[in-house]
Nanobody, 124 residues
Framework: QVQLTESGGGLVQAGGSLRLSCAAS????????MGWFRQAPGKEREIVAA????????YYADSVKGRFTISRDGAKNTVYLQMNSLKPEDTAVYYC?????????????????WGQGTQVTVSS
């Protein structure tokens, strides 16, 4: 059973930074596409960023381009989301997710492994 465990969330003032981590554990982790999603109260879950573990190609939602960076550490089976210049509208529960394949898909239902989520709160 593969598990994803997020960490790094918290409370930060607008303009500040946080780094989220997503560690994969369990049997051999073969899922090649890793994504970060977020869900604010009353809103649908949306993709924030995604990365192809084997090639490093990335995707970013328009709302976070230039502020967030997704990266991976293959040796540690860990994916990171560096979040800079945070805004109050970035407040949400952030989830890490994984799926197999070779292309990035932005639809949450396409991902079959999910972490438990970590809260990010940005105060104004």
């Amino acid at each position: 059973q593969v598990q994803l465990t997020e960490s790094g969330g918290g409370l930060v003032q607008a303009g500040g930074s946080l780094r989220l981590s997503c560690a994969a554990s369990g049997r051999t982790f073969r899922n090649n596409i890793m994504g970060w999603f977020r869900q604010a109260p009353g809103k649908e879950r949306e993709i924030v960023a995604a990365i192809i573990r084997s090639g490093g190609n990335t995707y970013y939602a328009d709302s976070v381009k230039g502020r967030f960076t997704i990266s991976r550490d293959g040796a540690k089976n860990t994916v990171y989301l560096q979040m800079n210049s945070l805004k109050p509208e970035d407040t949400a529960v952030y989830y890490c997710a994984a799926r197999s394949g070779v292309t990035i898909v932005i639809t949450p239902t396409a991902y079959d492994i999910w972490g438990q989520g970590t809260q990010v709160t940005v105060s104004s």
